[in-house]
């Protein structure tokens, strides 16, 4: 049972598009946590959100918690072919901080 | 560098031979925990220490797995009598024992296995 849904699965995209990926789940998390990951290395942590409702920008990178705590968002604005790489989500449920609940990832191409 | 490392990042064995990695987490990081991550999945959770303490393993993990954190700084992951199927990336990762869950990722080990 894939308790975190990610979508979309994969996006290709050209330079300069904006795009929005979505993570979303029947559970509530008591924190949400953001990771790009290029081929061949491990995943780099880009954000973590914490508070329903949150909002956090990162460049061009805006993170957005759920009201609920239940799903979140990651919208890219005007992306550039650095962007490319696999976005995972990752929750931590309220009472079980220690192991994650991942999602399936989102491989995201920006053409030049 | 005060990252999380990993050694080799590179492994290709031969089926049947066991195969050892290391993990070294960030220094003032009490948990550790190991990730097997295939092609276009997400990391799965295979194990998981609090400082020399093996708190969590998940029943994907075969008796073939062993997780060691002697003294609860480095970790290593010993995968006896490879097999084909183990070929994937295994990834460590260490958080604060305090606050929120935010785990920190080393590069990697990526394992074939012939």
């Known amino acids: 049972t894939q308790l975190l849904e990610q979508s979309p699965q994969f996006l290709s995209i050209q330079e300069g598009e904006n795009l929005t990926v979505y993570c979303n789940s029947s559970?509530?998390?008591?924190?949400l946590q953001w990771y790009r990951q290029e081929p061949g290395e491990g995943p780099v942590l880009l954000v973590t959100?914490?508070?329903g409702g949150e909002v956090k920008k990162l460049k061009r990178l805006t993170f957005q918690f759920g009201d609920a705590r239940k799903d979140s968002s990651l919208h890219i604005t005007a992306a550039q072919p650095g962007d490319t790489g696999l976005y995972l989500c990752?929750?931590?449920?309220?009472?079980?901080?220690?192991?994650?609940?991942w999602g399936l990832g989102t491989s995201l191409a920006v053409n030049p | 560098d005060t990252g999380v490392s990993q050694d080799p990042r590179h492994k290709i064995t031969k089926r049947g031979q066991n195969v050892t990695f290391r993990c070294d987490p960030i220094?003032?990081?009490?948990?550790l925990y190991w990730y097997r991550q295939t092609l276009g999945q997400g990391p799965e959770f295979l194990t998981y220490?609090?400082?020399?303490?093996?708190?969590?393993k998940s029943r994907l993990l075969s008796d073939r797995f062993s997780a060691e954190r002697p003294k609860g700084s480095f970790s290593t992951l010993e995968i006896q009598r490879t097999e084909q199927g183990d070929s994937a990336m295994y990834l460590c990762?260490?958080?604060?024992?305090?606050?929120?869950?935010?785990?920190?990722f080393g590069p990697g080990t990526r394992l074939l296995v012939l």
């Open positions: 220490f609090q400082n020399e303490a093996q708190l969590e």
């Open positions: 990762a260490s958080s604060p024992a305090t606050g929120r869950e935010t785990q920190y």
């Open positions: 220094s003032e990081h009490n948990r």
């Open positions: 990752a929750g931590a449920r309220a009472g079980n901080n220690r192991k994650l609940i």
């Open positions: 559970s509530v998390f008591s924190s």
């Open positions: 959100v914490v508070t």
